[in-house]
């Protein structure tokens, strides 16, 4: 076997070996992308819905705040076991930081540590009977909430993702593009009908 004859076989050889090594490469990458994709989409879904539940929950005691018409002593005196049982959720919370500490970006870390902070801080605001604190912060609330959840859309580029299925879909489902025009010669109508051409 001559030289030549052995490079000949060893380029196509190396060429099959290079190009399977890349497309290998490229598929682990991709399933990579897919997996933290999944795992991030299922973080907010859960932290939209755990927060999203305790403003729920919190109404209900904002609703009670806002048409308590005794004093400052008896309200917290009344109130005590509600107290106890909103800050042990909003405490409770703070376990959705510490659990995708590690998959979210630094500022929607900041924003979730933010939203979980105001979550117990509007407990705490209950205590003022005759003002509109708790009233504020509970706007507050929602606007942090709201406003982490829109910047998680853009983390995940949902968006573009929805325009690109759209897309693929409408190609799916209307491959071809037909245009109808109504018939000019037939207006008066013959027999009322109006022809259709392409």
């Given at each position: 076997?001559?030289i ?11 060429s ?19 997996k ?49 049982e909103?800050?042990a959720?909003a ?7 510490y ?29 003022h009977?005759?003002t509109?604190?708790?009233h ?28 690109s ?21 037939n207006?008066s109508?013959d ?7 392409d």
């Amino acid at each position: 076997m001559t030289i030549k004859e052995l490079i000949s076989l060893l380029i196509p050889l190396l060429s099959f070996i290079v190009v399977g090594v890349l497309v290998y490469w490229r598929e682990n990458r991709k399933q990579f992308q897919e997996k933290i994709f999944e795992y991030k989409f299922q973080a907010y879904r859960e932290i939209g819905e755990e927060v999203g539940m305790y403003c729920q929950d919190v109404f209900n005691f904002l609703d009670s705040f806002q048409f308590y018409e005794g004093s400052k002593e008896e309200w917290l005196e009344e109130s005590k076991d509600e107290f106890k049982e909103y800050y042990a959720k909003a405490f409770a919370l703070e376990r959705l930081y510490y659990k995708n500490l590690i998959l979210l970006p630094d500022d929607q870390l900041n924003r979730l540590r933010e939203l979980t902070g105001r979550c117990v801080r509007h407990i705490t605001v209950h205590h003022h009977l005759g003002t509109d604190l708790p009233h504020t912060s509970y706007d507050m609330l929602l606007d942090m909430l709201y406003e982490f959840l829109e910047e998680g859309r853009k983390d995940l580029s949902v968006n573009l993702i929805n325009s690109s299925l759209n897309r693929r879909l409408s190609e799916q489902f209307y491959p071809i593009n037909l245009k109808l025009q109504r018939s000019q010669k037939n207006n008066s109508g013959d027999n009322g009908v109006d022809n259709v051409t392409d």
